[in-house]
């Protein structure tokens, strides 16, 4: 496998953005903390996170500990390399908002 083929990110984050969309603003609140945490992780063939860890920290180690946890929870769509559901790595920007 080529190193293109394996960074490829997959169709993941735009198709599931509501729902992680609403577990970030519900943790937003509830911690009371606003900021971003990017992430690196691995989607996996048959839809999980693997491996996800902090690329660039919040600088709160609460907000960084969320973001994991949520995309550790979340259920993606794998990408996809001829027909074939295969694992790929991507980078999410996780941003928290208190409103």
């Known amino acids: 496998m080529t190193l293109q083929r394996w960074l490829r990110p997959p169709s ?10 609403q577990q970030i603003k519900a943790a937003s609140r ?3 903390l606003q900021g971003s945490v990017t992430v690196g992780l691995i989607v996996m063939y048959e839809r999980k996170a693997r491996a996800a860890q902090v690329m660039k920290g919040s600088g709160q ?4 500990d969320e973001a994991v946890a949520i995309l550790n929870s979340a ?4 990408a996809r390399i001829d027909g ?3 694992n ?3 980078i ?6 208190v409103k």
């Open 92 to 97: 999410i920007r996780v941003v928290f908002v």
């Open 75 to 78: 259920t993606f769509a794998p």
């Open 84 to 86: 074939v559901n295969t």
């Open 12 to 21: 993941t984050f735009n198709q599931c953005r509501q729902v992680l969309g």
């Open 30 to 32: 509830r911690l009371g």
């Open 88 to 90: 790929a790595c991507t």
């Open 61 to 64: 180690t609460q907000l960084d």
